[in-house]
């Protein structure tokens, strides 16, 4: 999920998004979003529905956060 952390904080500091604003806006702790941004084998990957909804407020596809789509 190396490629996962790696989307996920280039969009959102694309949207101009602080890890904390992330956290709020997904109502979970700060902490477990900094995990998300993790580019180590020890990070923590968000279940299917946080998933979803970063993917809805970066406005980008679950594809593209998960590398599998480059668009």
């Known amino acids: 999920m190396i ?25 979970i702790s700060y902490r477990t979003y900094q995990n998300y941004e993790l580019t180590s084998e020890n990070n923590r990957e968000p279940d299917l529905r946080t998933l979803c909804k970063i993917s809805e407020i970066l406005s980008v596809s679950v594809d593209y956060l998960l590398g599998i789509d480059k668009y």
């Open 3 to 27: 490629e996962f952390s790696k989307n996920l904080k280039n969009e959102r500091i694309l949207n101009g998004l602080t890890q904390k604003e992330m956290a709020n806006k997904l109502g």
